[in-house]
């Protein structure tokens, strides 16, 4: 099994977002909503990581990040997004790494 560890990017009062690593290389991201029951997540990986290693990650963030968060849950529920990171948009312009995304 792989071991991911996380790198918080930003946090709310409800939310927080992370990097998902594995040996030094960025192979994910989760967005986590806290609500007053429910744990929402959305869940973006590569498209590599097959069905069964997507189940073995969420089974980490809910261990990892979700049940020791300070919130009761009665539900955890993840959308996944499998695909490649078309960039990072933002008000200073389109930031892409060398080699990534399409021609602008």
Same mark, same amino acid.
């Given at each position: /099994?792989?071991?991911?560890?996380? @790198?918080? @990017?930003?946090? #709310?009062?409800?939310? @927080? !977002?992370?990097? +998902? /690593? !594995?040996?030094?290389?960025?192979? %994910?991201?989760?967005?986590?909503?806290?609500?007053? #029951?429910?744990?929402?997540?959305?869940?973006?990986?590569?498209?590599?990581? #097959?069905?069964? %290693?997507?189940?073995?990650? +969420?089974?980490? +963030?809910?261990?990892?990040?979700? /049940?020791?968060?300070?919130?009761?849950?009665?539900?955890?529920?993840?959308?996944?997004?499998? %695909?490649?990171? !078309?960039? +990072?948009?933002?008000? @200073?312009?389109?930031?892409?790494?060398?080699?990534?995304? !399409?021609?602008?």
């Amino acid at each position: /099994m792989i071991e991911y560890y996380f @790198e918080r @990017e930003c946090r #709310t009062p409800y939310s @927080e !977002a992370y990097l +998902i /690593m !594995a040996e030094e290389e960025q192979v %994910g991201r989760v967005d986590l909503h806290f609500t007053s #029951t429910v744990v929402y997540a959305t869940l973006c990986v590569g498209e590599a990581l #097959t069905t069964e %290693g997507i189940r073995d990650l +969420i089974d980490t +963030i809910d261990e990892e990040l979700v /049940m020791t968060a300070d919130v009761v849950r009665d539900d955890f529920i993840v959308t996944v997004h499998q %695909g490649r990171e !078309a960039g +990072i948009f933002s008000d @200073e312009g389109l930031e892409l790494e060398e080699g990534e995304g !399409a021609e602008w």
